[in-house]
């Protein structure tokens, strides 16, 4: 059998390819296509897939994955794996969820690939939390069973739990805005609060850029971020991820670079029990740097798969 695996990673805007080897887990060739249509996703697929003709496809998408189906969450797309077999003659397509797959890419990484937000133990062998805030909230977890690593996606960002005190830390009133954590949590959190607080539109980025400039935008971030470490904390105990968190998107990646960010740890390790603070303090937090991350996980989850069937 072929070693070599054909990879995507598909967003909202864009389609990302790769031609990934199973031997010596690298990602060549990787390609970028606009996807204004659905019509253009088929299209990059039939124009990757004609060069080689593989034998197998990885997908990754954003959206909950179901019997190798996926209704995306960013775009009106259904996927299914069966169909996309039948369109482009290859033997077996596999779908991911995009969280799914950045959890398959922790065991991949090396400390190159990493910034480190928080000293503490950095362990890929062992339970890892990864997440990020984007459009949405994105949360999965990496677990060892018999020293395999298994991925359990979630849908951590549309949970209820955490709204009363999100709503207390940002000052905000109670309305259909803020219906779940991803409402406080995410690039458009960040956006509505900004709103809901002066009564103009701001995109998240220009929300983050005004950060030590403009005093409502500060106050949103910092808050953001001690949000994040209460959060974190309650997860790290909650799955003992003594392995580590990880971060991945360009929020956190330009957030991690702004006095704001030593609220993180603060926040984090600010637990009544000193035997849990001691745990807490052992967990590593940290930044993925790495390219095409998706791209690697579904490479790693062709490899990994065949140890769980």
């Not at 033997?91 to 797959?101: F, H, P, R």
């Not at 106050?219 to 209460?230: A, C, P, Q, S």
């Not at 989850?301 to 069937?309: C, D, G, N, Q, T």
Request: charged share 20%; with cysteine.
């Amino acid at each position: 059998m072929s070693s070599k695996t054909l990879l995507i990673d598909l967003g909202g805007t864009n389609l990302r390819s790769g031609i990934g080897d199973t031997e010596s887990l690298k990602v060549s060739d990787v390609k970028k296509f606009p996807i204004k249509s659905n019509e253009d996703f088929y299209e990059a697929l039939q124009s990757v897939n004609a060069v080689t003709d593989f034998s197998e496809i990885i997908i990754s998408a954003a959206g909950p994955c179901e019997n190798n189906k996926i209704s995306m969450t960013n775009r009106n797309l259904h996927i299914s794996g069966a169909d996309i077999e039948a369109k482009l003659g290859i033997d077996k397509c596999y779908l991911l969820n995009d969280w799914e797959s950045i959890g398959y890419s922790l065991p991949v990484l090396s400390n190159t690939d990493l910034s480190q937000l928080k000293a503490g133990n950095l362990d890929l062998n062992d339970t890892c939390l990864a997440i990020g805030p984007g459009t949405g909230l994105g949360f999965s977890v990496l677990r060892y069973v018999n020293n395999i690593p298994y991925v359990y996606a979630t849908e951590l960002g549309n949970t209820r739990s955490f709204n009363e005190y999100f709503i207390k830390l940002f000052d905000l009133e109670s309305s259909a805005k803020f219906l779940v954590l991803e409402d406080f949590l995410s690039g458009t959190g960040i956006s509505k609060i900004f709103n809901s607080k002066s009564g103009k539109n701001l995109s998240a980025e220009e929300v983050v850029y005004a950060y030590g400039h403009d005093d409502l935008s500060t106050f949103i971030i910092d808050n953001f971020v001690r949000g994040l470490g209460n959060l974190l904390s309650d997860l790290a105990l909650t799955f003992n991820a003594k392995g580590g968190i990880f971060f991945a998107g360009s929020i956190m990646r330009t957030i991690s670079e702004m006095n704001s960010i030593k609220l993180l740890e603060e926040s984090f390790k600010n637990h009544h029990s000193d035997a849990h603070n001691e745990i807490l303090n052992n967990i590593s937090i940290n930044l993925i740097n790495k390219e095409h991350t998706p791209l690697y996980g579904n490479l790693n989850y062709s490899v990994i798969r065949r140890l769980h069937e």
